[in-house]
């Protein structure tokens, strides 16, 4: 693990809390899973708070203010879709969502739950936590570049703008709301226009995780890209990975 300095309090609208002192809150409604998971992520140090169904998690995220949710999408009373839908519209934070099979995050990216991350049950705890301090140095970092570089000029290609300091897209005029995983694949993509990016690339540079059981979460985040801007942008290099087409317009 690379060590990353605390982000600046304040200033940035989001404090962000260092790895050593961060909040995860856990949803998740079978006990013997969330008892598991709470102690595995005590471990390392964190507070980790559990809520055991929908509601309970909105509230506990409103209350915590959390720097990560992990987030199970089966839950009594309101579903993990709905529970990250009112999470996003109060504050923005990564969510690792748990999913019972792969077609079910394929389905869910596919609907733009806004999830950052998805792992499919059975996991290890060693994935669990590695993908959680992937989301923490993100957030980090992402905290840290709006600081450092308020005045990045955007990227222009076409009818697409890519405004790097206020982490908006616009096509054709129309603003397009991309989650903040969504926002830095396409950064990346965009940054080197018609050059293949392997899934594996793309996976350690933009989720920070060099596993490659992982790469199904790229091809779920490219999925959503293509539907919110349009699929012809983002060419399949099938077998290698994913290259952007500047549109012509
Ligand atoms: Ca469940």
Redesign the pocket.
């Known amino acids: 693990m690379t060590t990353t300095p605390p982000a600046a309090a304040g200033g940035t609208g989001q404090a962000v809390a260092g790895q050593q002192s961060a909040t995860v809150l856990v949803v998740?409604?079978?006990p013997a899973?969330a008892t598991a998971i709470a102690q595995r992520l005590s471990a390392e140090g964190w507070r980790v708070e559990v809520a055991r169904d929908g509601l309970s998690g909105v509230d506990a995220a409103s209350r915590l203010q959390p720097d990560v949710v992990v987030l199970?999408?089966?839950?009594?009373g309101i579903d993990g879709l709905e529970v990250t839908r009112r999470i996003q519209a109060d504050r923005p934070v990564p969510i690792l969502m748990?999913t019972?099979r792969d077609d079910e995050t394929d389905m869910l990216v596919g609907l733009g739950v806004g999830a950052d991350d998805y792992m499919t049950k059975p996991f290890s705890m060693r994935e669990l936590v590695a993908r959680v301090k992937a989301l923490l140095r993100r957030v980090e970092r992402a905290t840290q570049v709006a600081v450092a570089t308020p005045s990045e000029p955007p990227i222009v290609m076409g009818d697409v703008t890519i405004d790097r300091a206020q982490r908006r897209v616009h096509r054709s005029g129309e603003e397009v709301h991309l989650t903040p995983t969504e926002f830095e694949l396409l950064v990346m993509l965009a940054s080197s226009p018609k050059t293949v990016l392997t899934r594996e690339r793309l996976l350690a540079e933009v989720w920070d995780w060099a596993d490659a059981s992982g790469t199904r979460t790229v091809d779920s985040h490219i999925k959503a890209l293509r539907r919110k801007l349009g699929a012809d942008l983002i060419r399949t290099v099938h077998g290698v990975g994913y290259a952007f087409e500047p549109p012509a317009g």
Do not use: R, T
């Open positions: 998740e409604d079978e899973i199970d999408v089966m839950l009594p748990l019972a």
